[in-house]
């Protein structure tokens, strides 16, 4: 039984915060103890000591990267305690979240990929929060240690309030990728669905906006053009397909002669009684109905079809 997790005393990082997250949902009965004891950052029965204690044994349970032959990922990169406790205790932390199964694997590598390694190599000196440039004050790195208290704080409790607060920030960023890889996995099953039922058509019918372009990328569905959406009884949506994951470019555009119109004068241009919005950047419209919408699908496919697109 777990009863104690270790980390440093002093300023935090993302990294030991959030491990902090995973460690805690595992193990809410463990009292946390920040220090630099040398007592305390030993192995013992009970502790799991994380970005502390100049050692890696996930055996022992400890679980720090700052040592000599630090552990490292199996591409050379180097892990901090977020990714050292994430491979031992993500699998755990995400049955938590009801996730099948099945997906267990997968989600577990996206969120490592995308959000587990970026705050490892920040942690490590590998990758600068500078590259990203104007923006570098606003990434989540650099916003955990916003936190920290100020050079200044007499408050005795300042610092463990201060660590607090961000891990209860941290949780909320970290779930909420969690339960966005986990929808992914199942929008795509659904999208290959829809995907089966348009056949060669060259427009998408979801039953609610999801996230579709990567399961049409993986299906080859490279003859989808445009996707039709509903958001509510009287608003649905007809979107396009982008070509590329960045960028903006897409497989087709919707009518030159819709761009920014709505309403009668939207109505009047395409033809459909219910047209209600067309984007000025011809990627999203809108209609009041299903019969509406799908009218204006037809249309774009015709105009693109005349347009050459292919």
């Known amino acids: ?102 997906h267990l694997d997968e989600v577990h590598a996206s969120v490592d990929r995308s959000f587990v390694t970026p705050v490892d190599l920040v942690d490590n000196g590998k990758l600068s929060v500078s590259e990203a440039g104007a923006l570098q004050a606003m990434t989540l790195p650099g916003l955990i240690e916003t936190l920290r208290p100020v050079f200044d704080d007499r408050d005795p409790e300042g610092e463990i309030n201060a660590f607090w607060q961000a891990v209860g920030i941290a949780r909320t960023f970290l779930e909420a990728r969690v339960n966005r890889s986990a929808a992914k996995l199942r929008a795509a099953g659904m999208v290959a669905e829809a995907i089966a039922a348009a056949g060669e058509g060259r427009i998408l019918e979801l039953p609610m906006g999801m996230p579709f372009r990567p399961a049409v990328v993986k299906a080859g569905a490279d003859q989808l053009w445009f996707v039709v959406t509903p958001r509510g009884p009287e ?66 496919v015709e105009d693109a079809l005349a347009r050459g697109v292919v």
């Open 235 to 300: 608003d649905w949506t007809l979107g396009t397909i982008r070509k590329f994951d960045e960028g903006f470019e897409n497989r087709a555009d919707l009518p030159a002669d819709w761009a920014g119109l709505n309403g009668a004068a939207l109505e009047e241009a395409s033809g459909v009684k219910g047209a209600k919005f067309c984007h000025n950047g011809r990627f999203i419209a809108a209609a009041s109905s299903r019969e509406a919408v799908m009218e204006m699908a037809r249309l774009a």
């Open 1 to 102: 039984m777990i009863t104690h997790l270790v980390t440093h005393s002093g300023g935090f990082h993302a990294d030991e915060v959030f491990s902090t997250v995973i460690l805690t949902r595992l193990f809410p009965q463990a009292e946390l103890v920040r220090t630099r004891d040398a007592g305390w950052i030993t192995p013992a029965e009970g502790r799991v000591i994380y970005d502390v204690g100049g050692d890696f044994d996930a055996a022992r349970n400890i679980y720090d990267h700052h040592q000599r032959e630090a552990p490292l990922r199996e591409d050379g990169a180097p892990l901090s305690s977020f990714g050292l406790i994430w491979a031992q205790f993500g699998r755990d932390y995400l049955r938590g979240f009801g996730i099948a199964e099945e």
